[in-house]
Each structure stands twice: as structure tokens, then as C-alpha cells.
């Protein structure tokens, strides 16, 4: 075994066992806010596993979208809404916890057979390695043109949908109920700014 | 894509040969090769903030018509590392409602990946850690790491100001990364490849004239805005506005913990102003090529000496770009007020990052119409 494929094998072991355990905190920890920064290290091993493929352009395309604009989008929603309060215990918790565990082992299984029975080509294509990014971009104006292009619009639409949601006090019917709003006036109603005094 | 058919030192080779002239194998020599340039980077990261943080306490003194630092040293050149010392002797306090655990990887979250990307800053054709491919783009994504360790420290504070501080560094963050990225994606559609020695090797054609701010003047405003805001620099250093929010982030640190910020921070001052230099001002060009230089002196350029002078000319050339760039940043930080944080996020999302389109489209035009210029 030479210096290169030994640090190889290390650097996969400590890969999939940090992404095997860190999912695992994803899903079991109770505390979101752990959860949610695990998460960040999930999709920073994985593309630790992608950098080892040779994949140098989708592993830093990975950690700028991935742990630089989902994971931190989560954690912001997380801390601005963050109460620390205990959550009301659900009725039959024991049951749902039997119930959707046995989905996921269900599901592991599945994946096992599957992973197993199926005959990989080894080994593999040829890494491109640096010639990934112009080969990417190819496809991207080429035959991935119009996926590409849905998933823009797709964007675009949850993006218009967002400011929609956010800004209401610009539209003048109210988006669920379709009423006519005067937010101004709702607004003062929810939140008082003078607070009324007691009958004299 | 990775040319290195240019001249120029090659330190590596050269390494390696010699330790195979004592008998080791190729496959030995490469590793006791391996640390030597990440160790050498890292001590020169860390001279350049000691050096960044005298010129920071010199020039705001000469700003506020102060002496500033003048006992420790000569004109109080010891006065960083008399700093540093104060920082590690301090005591260690994780305040005991924190969360212990995320407040001590917060800092070291914010210091690695600004370590990280000193690996593609170029100080010569083959002076730089590793010519990886995807170059500038690592550092784009790597930077994109920080924000979580800023909204982990803030978290596990257990202070509202440390919150507050850490969110507004996240949107901060989030927000200039856009036309920062838009900008250097009008660099690496002239220069057709995102390794930064190809960038520089874009630009050195004759010397001073085919640096790329001629040609992309305004991504260089973009980009150094957005650097600026990145770093949190003032006008932009919204996230520890200590007016509003005692110290944000660090509002809880000492010792070591903050030392870790505070390098993090003057590191990530220095590589930015490497990175412009490397984008925008030639990276290790000197105004006149150095090729024609040596022509007329009547040297080849592939001799041991002139090859020699050339690479210490890159790295001082390097070096010297970015302590311009730093000094304007420390100026800057010393004669400008804040803005507010709807300004911050107005300049951001409806000046820049429109500009930064235009500036894309624009070149991508004159790119198609004049590609000698404008690399086609």
C-alpha cells in the first residue's frame, strides 16, 4: 500500500463515520439548534467525500450552497424564533418512535439489498478531475439546459412567493383570506402602541 | 488547464531532487516536502497580522493626531506581540450559562476556513501551497463557512447582544457574497479558468496596462466593498458596532478565544487585500514585465540568479500591493462612520448586486466583440 491510498482509506473512514454519526444527531438529538449545526457538518463531510472523487468543483459548489446558504438560512430561522421553552408532550410518543424507527430500518434494509445486488462497474469511469468544471458547463448549455432553466424559474417563483408572504402591507387584499386590508389599521389593533389606561 | 510550462522558481522539484541525492525515495521526499509550504504560510499569515496590527495602531494614531505605540521597540513595532502575550496569559472564562461546548468551536470555526484559503494565494508561478484548479472558488466557498462559527458563538454566548451580533454578521455575510461572487465571475470569464495563477498569468502580459483594473474597474469597487463587508471593516463592522452592541459576537470571549477572532479577522483583512491584488492589480506582476526587463539588461530569464530576483520581485511585489490595499482599509476604518444595517442590506442587495450584474453582462458582451482585449 502506498502513502497516497493509505491516506486515502483513513481520510473515507473518518468521512462516512463523521457523515454516518452526524446524521444520526440530525435526526435523534432533542435540542434543534445541535441538530442543525450537525447538519452543517453532514454536508461538510459529504463533500469531503465528493473532494476524494475528484470533484473538486461540485465538493466547493457543495459547501458554498449547501453549508453556506441552506445551513445558515436554517440556523437563522432557528435562532430568530428560537423560545426556550419545553415542547407539550405528544400522546403515544413511545408507538410513533416504534412506528417511524421501523420505517427507517425498513428503508436501510432496502438500500442494503439494493447497494448489494447491484453490479457496480469496477472500476469506475476515469475521474476528469480539473476538467470537471468545463465539462459541468457543457452540460449546463447543452442537454441539462432545460432543467436548468425550470429549476431557475422554480426559484424565482418561491422567491416572488416569499416576498408575497412577507410583504403584505403592500398588497391591498389580504393573500389567504382575500379581504380587503388596511394593514395599518390591523396592525395598531394587534399591537397597541398606547396601552389603555383603567376607567377612571 | 494548469500551465506550468512558464518560468519561474520551482522550489519543489528542486526540494526533492536534493533529498533524492541522499537516498531517499521520491515517495519520502514528497512527504517531508509536504508541511514545509503550509508551515511557511501560516507563519507568514501570522507575521502579516502582527505587521497589520501596528499599522493599524500607528496610522489611527497619525489619523487622530496621536503618537500612537512608542515604547515597546523601536517606533512600538513589539507593541502586536506585546498584545498577543496580554491575550494568552489571560484567563480562559465560558460564562456559565453558555454552552460550553459550541462556544469554544465557535472561534475555531471562523479561523480555519480563512486559514484554508491561504492556500491559493499565489506569491509566484509556483510559490503558492497547491495550484488547485477550482482556485478562487474555493476561497468564495470556504468564506462561506464563517458566518456559522460567527452564529455559533452568538449562540452559545447566551446574550442577546452576542445573538444580534452573530445574526447580523450571517446576513451581512450572506449578502455581499453575491456580487463578491458576481465579480469575480467577470475576472474568471476574462482570464477563462478559476486558478489564480492563471488569473495573475492573464494579466502580466505588459505589465501595468493589462492589470485588470483597467478592464474591470468597476468589479474592483464591487469586490473590495464586498471584501470590506466581509471582513467586517468599517463602514461595515455592523456585527460588533460597539455602540448598539457592546462587542457582538465576542461580546463573552477573553483570552485566547477572542485572540482567535481577532486573528481570524486580520487574517482574513490580509488575504483580501492578497486576493484584490491577485484579481485586480497583476498578483506578482511588477509594472514592468519583468521578461523585458531582462532583455535589456542582456540576461536570459531562465538563469538560476534572474530567476532568483524575479520570484523575491513577486513576492515583494505581492506583499506590497496588498499592505496598499491594507492601508486604505485601515484609513478607511479610521475616517469613516458606520452605516445602519438597512443601509448595509439596501447597498448590498439594491446597488451592488444589480451593478455587479451589469458589470457580468457587459463583459461577457465585450468579451464576444473585442476577445484579444478582453480575453477570448
Redesign the interface.
Known sequence: M??ASTTQLICFVVLSVTLVLGALGVVLLPNI?YSA?LL?GVF?SVAGLYLMLNA??VA??Q??VY???V???I??AI??VNKKENLAAIPGLGLRRLLSGAVCGGLFLLLIRVAFTTPWPLPGPAAV???A??RIGEHLFSDYLLPFELASVLLLMSMIGAIVLARRDVLSTDVITGELVDQGLIEKERTPLLLEKSPR | MVTNTAPGLDLESSFEQALQGFGLSPGAAHLLWLPLPMVLVLVAAVVGVLVNVWLERKISAAVQQRIGPEYAGALGVLQPIADGLKLVFKEDIIPAKADGLLFTLGPVLVLIPVILSWLVVPFGQHLLISNVGIGIFLWISLSSIQPIGLLMSGYASNNKYSLLGGLRAAAQSISYEIPLALAVLAVVMMSNSLSTVDIVNQQSGSGILSWNIWRQPVGFVIFWICALAECERLPFDLPEAEEELVAGYQTEYSGMKFALFYLGSYINLVLSALLVSVLYLGGWGFPIPVEWLAGWLGQPIDAPLVQLITGSVGIVMTVLKAYLLVFLAILLRWTTPRVRIDQLLDLGWKFLLPIALVNLLITAALKLAFPGAFGG
Open positions: 502506498t502513502i439548534v449545526f452543517g461538510l473538486s468543483f466547493a459548489a459547501v458554498l453549508v453556506g446558504a445551513n445558515v438560512l440556523l437563522f435562532m430568530l478531475g480539473e476538467e468544471t468545463i
